[in-house]
């Protein structure tokens, strides 16, 4: 009999032994990054769409003085205090996003965001070229924080040759169009065909 029961202490030693080779063996898979199902279900429907279309942009306002300067310079830094999360997304997936800007429902200037920090807390978190490119003529900060909410850096603008109306611009998802009197920012479209050749 105590044979017996030393057989099945060593057979449920042995079983015990094997079990936590399996589960040495299980953490180590479970450690691997799960990158494609994890990271797409925490974007919101509209960063899914700046990542997956082929056409994404933007549309947003501001004032004649920054879009002259977007127009004079190779680039310039930006602000909005709203987290614009879903052209980061966007940015992560193409490497760029195009941006068009509008004045009073038209839209009359156009370029491409670089880069962009969302919601910094300090200076340190902010690109060396994007604080680079604030002018010396900005006076963001002087209603706002220095880097605010959405910090984006934007090259390659210009000044359209003709201007159109922002309705001309396809919402980025369903069939509709920006409505004239839109005037929130930022709103996510279609790029017109031709309006940004190097994206």
Do not use: C
Not at 40 to 64: F, G, I, Q
Request: aromatic content about 8%.
């Amino acid at each position: 009999m105590n044979d017996r029961s030393n057989q099945e202490t060593k057979e449920s030693s042995k079983s015990v032994n094997e079990m936590f080779q399996h589960l040495e063996e299980a953490k180590q898979r479970d450690e691997t990054p799960r990158r494609s199902s994890s990271t797409s279900n925490t974007w919101s429907k509209k960063a899914r769409l700046m990542r997956k279309r082929s056409d994404p942009a933007v549309l947003a306002s501001n004032h004649e003085s920054r879009l002259q300067e977007l127009a004079d310079l190779d680039m310039v830094t930006h602000r909005a205090g709203k987290p614009w999360t879903s052209v980061k997304a966007g940015i992560e997936a193409h490497g760029s996003i195009p941006i068009y800007y509008r004045l009073d429902g038209m839209i009359t200037h156009k370029g491409y965001i670089d880069q962009i920090v969302i919601r910094p807390d300090d200076e340190s978190d902010v690109p060396q070229s994007i604080r680079d490119h604030i002018t010396v003529d900005d006076t963001y900060s002087d209603y706002h924080d220095k880097y605010d909410t959405t910090t984006f850096l934007v090259t390659n603008g210009e000044r359209l040759d003709e201007s159109f109306p922002q309705s001309d611009l396809e919402r980025l998802e369903g069939d509709e169009y920006v409505d004239e009197d839109f005037s929130y920012q930022p709103a996510y479209v279609r790029q017109r065909s031709g309006d940004f050749p190097d994206f």
